[in-house]
């Protein structure tokens, strides 16, 4: 998880061949004692016309004898150059960073964040929100989103039936912990789902008042 975002509006340009850098996720090397780059992404100069890149392969051939050749490179957040020693031209193509995606997952962790906080006081606040948030997040911590049940079940707040009868859960275990608690939270409220419509009826209804079914 990435935690400081503003990389993402970073625009920079390669000196040798003003070509936009591309920013790529760092890949996972130990320099030292795993100091690494200090940073999650790295902004490289993929352009395969770039004069670095082109002389780079006779360079090290002549100089090392191996085939490899160079990439201009910029930390995030700093203008010093530095160069990273590629094998082939495709290196680092495959681990460009999408600014989008990184800001919708940071602003989707954020979201559960928040969730999990206003949990705490949501039975007083009377606040379905945050357990609607964290159930309906297939994404966020299994661990939440039972806690989230709990609450969903001390509210006995009903609108939030169709949205989670409307939800896909991934988790089968999950999906049936929530099957249990809108039994529960129907039953607490002498209420019950009508097993033709779905709608909900009067737990001691005999005929469906929306479907005319007996039940
Ligand atoms: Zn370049
Ligand atoms: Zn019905």
């Known amino acids: 998880m990435y935690r400081d975002l503003s990389y993402l509006d970073e625009v920079k340009f ?6 936009k850098l591309s920013c790529c996720e760092a890949p996972q090397i130990h320099v030292g004692d795993g100091l690494g780059w200090g940073s999650d992404v790295l902004f490289i100069c993929l352009s395969d016309n770039c004069p670095l890149f082109l002389r780079g392969w006779d360079h090290i051939g002549d100089q090392y004898g191996h085939h490899a050749s160079y ?4 930390l995030p957040g700093s203008k010093e150059s530095n160069v990273m020693m590629v094998g082939n031209k495709d290196a ?9 995606a990184i800001k919708n997952q940071n602003a989707r962790y954020l979201k559960e964040k928040k969730a999990v906080e206003e949990l705490k006081s949501c039975l007083e606040e009377k606040n379905l929100s945050p357990v609607l948030t964290l159930l309906l997040d297939e994404a966020s911590m299994n661990s939440s989103r039972v806690l989230a049940l ?4 001390k509210l006995g707040d009903l609108t939030c039936i169709d949205a989670l009868r409307n939800h896909t859960f991934r988790d089968e275990i999950l999906k049936e912990k929530v099957d249990t608690a809108l039994k529960r939270l129907l039953t607490d409220n002498f209420k019950k789902e009508c ?6 009826i009067k737990l001691q209804a005999q005929k469906c008042l929306h479907c005319k079914e007996n039940v």
Do not use: Q, T, W
Request: hydrophobic share 30%; aromatic share 14%; net charge negative.
């Open 92 to 100: 680092f193509k495959g681990s460009i960073v999408d600014p989008e």
């Open 71 to 74: 990439r201009y490179m910029e």
């Open 150 to 153: 709990d609450y969903l079940v």
């Open 14 to 19: 390669c000196p040798h061949c003003n070509e």
């Open 195 to 200: 097993p033709y419509c779905a709608e909900i």
